[in-house]
């Protein structure tokens, strides 16, 4: 009995021993959610049934021409996606999104129609502006992307005019608002910019109502009537989208540059431990940030996201501090350990990292820049080191005279992160800013030849080891961002005019120079030697 149970307890030792570390993968459940056929059917069969019932407030019943009508523009909804924007109609969870905002903008056009013509004070010709047309434009434009924003002007615009109220003017109205609101809307810095676009739909309302109200031969009370109103609908289209869209952001798991903005504050529990544990981490990934944001911007990318990537990029570091160079002291723990084993300490910081990123629940596109930042990069100061004591086990068998078979074979793969290489251009701009914020650490008085010269190195270094293969970076792209880094770590990395003494410390510092040269000459002995073995893993 007792053997058996220690067979258990063996067992069970053993399995957790082997258990695997928490990786990010995305559940097989929520793929297949993402890409099933059958739901995508049903989102359309859904929304026909929606546009069925939004029409049987105008009809008081059902009539073929409905059904046909509200079939035919699904069915050409559905076309158009699949045409101009297929990541969209082959992911259920946007095509539900563009969908339900769609139905929303439909759902409040025609109950201020309904309202509106139940009001015997209320002019008929006004009733085309009393509708916020422009909110599914801006909220998929800041949700997904302005392509997608530009798609969706089209079709709540021609849903609205044709299940709404038929109308010329008010299909003309709600193409030139909601383009002009896509156009404010397209990169959002701050909340006051959905302001801007809601004051920019409510003045293009206003223009279209008071000119075809001119055309029509409208009254002057009319006309004040609806510019009023105009302006009054881009106001309430600002807070409606204002409202929504964080609601939307996490019941669709969609990140927006507000989401970025609030994961920038420095105030974060782990860039607070960071900043604790780690300093040195700390300020190179600060310094990153600056780099990789100048970068993105440099070539029309989101910098908010690259600076955001980069706070967080080495947050694995928190766990052992002290085996990274820019956190070291006198002591360098790497002298006690054999390269493999000190290696394998650099490359876990990115399942750490990982770890504490899934712990906290951050963002996928953070998680993915956090395995990918490193690609499959060699720690080449180990591996070298490594390689020069396969060399010396070498020499010392041919001095005994023994088998060069007892000489172990050494595995260059133990050497290199786990990858993936990086798969956006966000995550392939950190990866060169972090090798060159790190390389740039070993210059010393640096000129603008020696910086073109380190950035051109480390580009083309990364290229040939193929790590940027899976990165949609274009050369020409590539040849921007080198230009933005030279201009970063110019400005970074300038020197300073060396002030004169004041006449009434020279005294005094005479006393202690010899002591504070003695104690420069060792601090600089010891960055050399830091910088040395940096550059073997922090690049």
Not at 64 to 85: D, Q
Not at 299 to 325: T, W
Request: charged share 20%; aromatic share 8%; glycine share 6%.
């Amino acid at each position: 009995m007792k053997p058996l149970f220690e067979q258990l307890i063996a067992r069970f030792k053993g399995n957790r021993q082997e258990r695997k570390r928490k990786i990010f993968v995305i559940p097989k459940w929520e793929n297949r959610l993402e890409t099933n056929e059958p739901i995508r059917i049903a989102i359309f069969l859904f929304f026909i049934f929606f546009c069925i019932v939004l029409g049987l407030f105008a009809t008081g019943h059902v009539t073929y021409s409905l059904v046909f009508l509200s079939l035919i523009l699904t069915s050409c909804t559905a076309m158009v996606l699949n045409l101009s924007l297929p990541k969209i109609f082959y992911s259920n969870s946007k095509l539900l999104l563009v969908f339900a905002v769609i139905a929303i903008n439909l759902l409040i056009a025609k109950s201020v129609y309904v309202w509106s013509i139940h009001q015997p004070g209320l002019e008929s010709r006004a009733i085309y502006f009393y509708v916020s047309t422009a909110v599914a434009p801006l909220l998929v434009t800041a949700l997904i992307n302005v392509h997608a924003g530009v798609i969706v002007v089209v079709l709540s615009s021609v849903f609205i005019s044709l299940l709404v109220n038929p109308s010329i003017p008010l299909l003309a109205s709600n193409l030139l608002s909601g383009i002009v609101g896509v156009y404010f809307i397209q990169r959002i810095c701050q909340r006051r910019d959905i302001l801007k676009a809601g004051i920019a739909v409510g003045l293009t309302s206003l223009v279209c109502a008071v000119g075809f109200g001119i055309i029509n031969g409208g009254d002057t009370d009319v006309l004040i009537q609806q510019a009023f109103l105009s302006i009054g609908i881009g106001l309430f289209t600002a807070v409606l989208v204002n409202t929504l869209l964080p609601v939307l952001e996490e019941i669709f798991q969609l990140n927006t540059d507000f989401t970025w903005l609030e994961l920038s504050d420095l105030n974060h529990p782990l860039l607070r431990r960071l900043a604790t544990e780690a300093p040195g981490t700390y300020h190179h990934s600060l310094m990153v940030a600056n780099i990789a944001e100048a970068a993105a911007n440099a070539i029309g990318e989101n910098g908010s996201l690259c600076r955001v990537m980069a706070y967080f990029h080495d947050i694995g570091k928190v766990v052992n501090p002290q085996y990274f160079v820019e956190n070291q002291g006198a002591d360098n723990p790497h002298t006690r350990l054999t390269p493999s084993m000190s290696a394998l300490i650099i490359i876990s910081h990115i399942k750490d990292g990982v770890d504490l990123a899934l712990e906290h629940h951050l963002r996928r596109p953070i998680i993915d820049a956090i395995q990918q930042h490193h690609g499959t990069s060699l720690v080449y100061y180990f591996y070298r080191k490594a390689l020069q004591n396969i060399e010396d086990c070498k020499m010392g068998v041919k001095l005994l005279n023994m088998g060069e078979e007892d000489v172990p074979e050494l595995d260059e793969s133990r050497f290199r992160y786990p990858g993936p290489k990086p798969q956006t251009k966000e995550i392939g701009i950190l990866m060169l800013a972090d090798s060159i914020e790190s390389a740039s650490r070993c210059l010393e008085k640096p000129s603008l030849k020696d910086i073109e010269q380190l950035v051109e190195d480390i580009v083309s270094q990364k290229l040939q080891d193929h790590q940027l293969d899976e990165c949609p970076l274009s050369m020409k792209e590539i040849t921007e961002i080198k230009h933005s880094f030279i201009f970063s770590l110019k400005t970074i990395l300038h020197t300073r005019i060396h002030y004169p003494k004041s006449p009434k410390n020279v005294e005094k510092s005479t006393d202690s120079d010899s002591e504070s040269s003695e104690r420069s000459a060792l601090a600089l002995a010891k960055a050399k030697e830091g910088v040395e073995i940096g550059t073997g893993f922090n690049a």
